[in-house]
């Protein structure tokens, strides 16, 4: 880890008039959900465009539900790491306005970000494509799953966007303004390839924001986009911003 990034980034915390983080996948991988994208991840085991297309769930719901059971089992057991709550302590210490994250295990607001966008949807609530009923997806366990729409017996969806979908017309059009309106953006665990998600970077460094990217490794933002990267990770990296800003301040 290196220890000067950690204090330039540390500093230029203190001195932003807006900071905003901007979160994927690699975040959570401490949690023990790994990248859908990596070795072990979903796609290894389920083909994306067979099982995660809005015209799989159409075709064949009870098929797609094999995937989403085995995205639940790992979404209900994470519980937030390092990295989560070191974005929620910044919050707590007002340096950080808001989290627009990708992901859709609800970690964030698990470690305590109150302000947080789920660019791509959330696990947390399920919705019929029949008849528009929604369900409270939080209080249910794996047995339960799948669900049937108590109005007309469908198999639910989670809110989540499948390919196909468009991204919630609020959540892109908060994403969007936030990231024209932030002096400095976190980009943290995203390998910032999936549009249009990995245009918020962009968009805030055509506004004069300062990119600090925590990854694993290079990324296309990285010498182009970001200022500088801080490679390793997101669990052991922000938990040490986090103290030396406190030790600045």
């Not at 083909?47 to 075709?59: Q, T």
């Not at 295990?105 to 019929?128: I, K, P, W």
């Not at 049937?148 to 499948?162: E, I, M, T, Y």
């Not at 400095?184 to 995203?190: D, R």
Request: glycine content about 6%; aromatic content about 6%; some cysteine.
């Amino acid at each position: 880890m290196n220890q000067q990034l950690i204090q330039r980034a540390a500093q230029d915390i203190l001195k932003s008039q807006k900071t905003i983080a901007f979160t994927g996948a690699g975040i959570s991988v401490d949690s023990g959900i790994p990248d859908f994208r990596s070795a072990g991840g979903l796609w290894e085991k389920f083909n994306p465009e067979e099982y995660a297309h809005i015209d799989a769930f159409y075709s064949d719901p009870a098929k797609v539900w094999l995937m989403l059971k085995d995205m639940f089992t790992l979404v209900m057991t994470a519980k937030p790491n390092s990295a989560h709550i070191g974005l929620a302590e910044l919050e707590r210490m007002g340096l950080l306005s808001t989290v627009i994250t990708q992901n859709v295990d609800g970690l964030h607001q698990a470690a305590g970000n109150t302000n947080v966008v789920e660019f791509h949807g959330s696990h947390r609530t399920l919705s019929c494509l029949k008849c528009n009923t929604t369900h409270d997806g939080t209080s249910l366990a794996i047995k339960d799953l799948p669900v049937r729409c108590p109005r007309c017996s469908s198999l639910l969806k989670p809110d989540v966007v499948f390919f196909g979908e468009p991204i919630p017309p609020r959540a892109q059009s908060y994403s969007f303004r936030e990231s024209r309106s932030c002096s400095l953006v976190l980009v943290v665990g995203t390998s910032a390839v999936v549009y249009p998600a990995a245009s918020i970077p962009m968009m805030a460094k055509e506004s004069g924001a300062t990119v600090i990217e925590i990854n694993m490794e290079p990324t296309p933002l990285t010498g182009q986009v970001s200022d500088y990267l801080i490679s390793g990770s997101a669990g052991e990296i922000i938990p040490a911003i986090v103290e030396e800003v406190k030790r600045r301040r």
